[in-house]
């Protein structure tokens, strides 16, 4: 799924979809786009691509939807870290020193309401600072799999999570975003999840490591997963949701956040019994 942001798979009315042991899907970083960092003084960078809307950033510290906020730097020598992302959790917000600069504001919780629809993890927010920035982490693909009817047995991997925001070791480093985790969603009206492992983690916030004004960026908040069976079936499988770490920040006054875990979605619905008969 790497580059593509989103795969949606629909198999008809008595499908069958299968990932055998050792097999893998794997978008990590395919959704939406990490902001880019500044090293200009008085300057915003910019925000990271919403996943909800595919809206891209701006140079601006507020949250782009689900899009990590760019963050702010009065002056040279000084940094600021930038917003972690939203989607199933919501982002941290990215370390900034009091009057000297902003924090990019964390991305925000979507699509809870409407968990059938896919989107795909959202960006973080670039970092400010002088040498030292690093652009946001990107967020986690989408991916959905629909057979109705049929059948879906998952035993191997898919991990859609969050990229870690971009760090930096030079002085007054301003840190990047974590992204979001991605989007999962599996409708079958037999579903068997054995012995697999989900991941729609959250990136964690870049790490700035110098000792000066050195301003950590958030963390990114977990993705979805959705699942939607009539029978639900398996064991030992592992489901992981969680938020990304917060930046270190060597030296800021406030610091960077951590995401926060993301959604598991599990309802049941009565499959209609497709009509096989010959003609």
Known sequence: TN??????????????????????????????????????????????TDGNKTKIGVSNSDPNGGGGGGSWKENNNQGAGGGGAGNGGAGGRGAWDNSLGLGGTAGVVYNRAN?????????????????????????????????SSGIIQIAGLINISGLEGG?????????????????????????????????????????????????????????????LSEKLSGTNSKITLAGGVAGRSASCDNAAGAGTAGTNINNTLDFPTPDLTLP
């Open 3 to 48: 580059g593509t942001g989103y795969v949606n798979i629909s198999l008809g009315i008595y499908g069958n979809f299968t990932l055998d042991v050792g097999g893998e899907v794997r978008g990590n970083g395919s959704g939406g786009d990490g902001g880019v960092g500044t090293n200009s003084a008085d300057t915003n960078s910019t925000q990271g």
């Open 115 to 147: 968990p059938l629809v896919l989107t795909m993890g959202s960006g973080g927010g670039g970092g400010a600072g002088d040498a030292g920035v690093g652009s946001g982490g990107g967020g986690g693909a989408g991916f959905k799999v629909n057979v």
């Open 167 to 227: 760090s930096n070791g030079a002085t007054d480093c301003g840190a990047g975003g974590g992204g979001s985790g991605g989007h999962i969603i599996l409708i079958a009206q037999n579903l068997t999840i054995d012995s697999a492992t989900l991941e729609a983690i959250g990136g964690a916030g870049g790490n700035c490591t110098d000792t000066a004004d050195q301003c950590g960026g958030g963390g990114g908040g977990g993705g979805i997963v959705t699942l």
